[in-house]
Nanobody, 115 residues
């Protein structure tokens, strides 16, 4: 059973920054891509960013240039650095791992952007 635990959410003012972490209990973590998604109240869950096993990254247009996804395979952890946060970025953020057998999700971490 794969477990993913997100942390790092909180309340931040517009223009501020947060760094989210996703710790995975998964053997051979380095073999798998990691994704970040988010879901705002009343909206569908949306993809935010992906980091491949080899380190290549992709971003949704809405966060490109402001968010950076990274990973530390020695710690089985993925990160999402979020800068220049906007009120529209407020959501519950989830990390996801797909190992070819199924999708595994964390419990989510709340990000609130408000002055």
């Amino acid at each position: 059973q794969v477990q993913l635990v997100e942390s790092g959410g909180g309340l931040v003012q517009p223009g501020g920054s947060l760094r989210l972490s996703c710790a995975a209990s998964k053997s051979f973590f380095s073999r798998y891509a990691m994704d970040w998604y988010r879901q705002a109240p009343g909206k569908a869950r949306e993809w935010v960013a992906t980091i491949a096993s080899v380190g290549t990254t992709k971003y949704a247009d809405s966060v490109k240039g402001r968010f950076t996804i990274s990973r530390d395979n020695t710690k089985n952890t993925a990160y999402l650095q979020m800068n220049s946060l906007k009120p529209d970025d407020a959501a519950v953020y989830y990390c996801r791992l797909n190992d070819g057998y199924g999708n595994y999700w964390g419990q989510g971490t709340q990000v609130t952007v408000s002055s």
